[in-house]
């Protein structure tokens, strides 16, 4: 979590949409909406698994409100 450039071979999950484009980024909402991050993650995850990455990084999300649901989903998720 909190990364800022990921390894080739690891997904990157990022909070909004950017105008560079990677096979590995998936974006869990267009205009860093919190609560349509949080609706679309576990579809994102499962994406992420099926297209066969192993390793999975994470763009800085905030720490407040809805965000350290979503933090602690990935925490909880990362212990798998």
Known sequence: ???????????????RKRKNFNKNYYYLSKKNNLKQAA????????????????????????????GKTINDRLNRASKY
């Open 39 to 66: 609706k679309n993650l576990y579809s994102i995850l499962r994406k992420i698994k099926r297209d066969g990455f192993k390793m999975v990084a994470v763009e800085k999300i905030q720490n407040k409100g809805i």
């Open 1 to 15: 979590m909190n990364v800022k450039k990921p390894f080739e071979e690891e997904a990157y999950v990022l909070i």
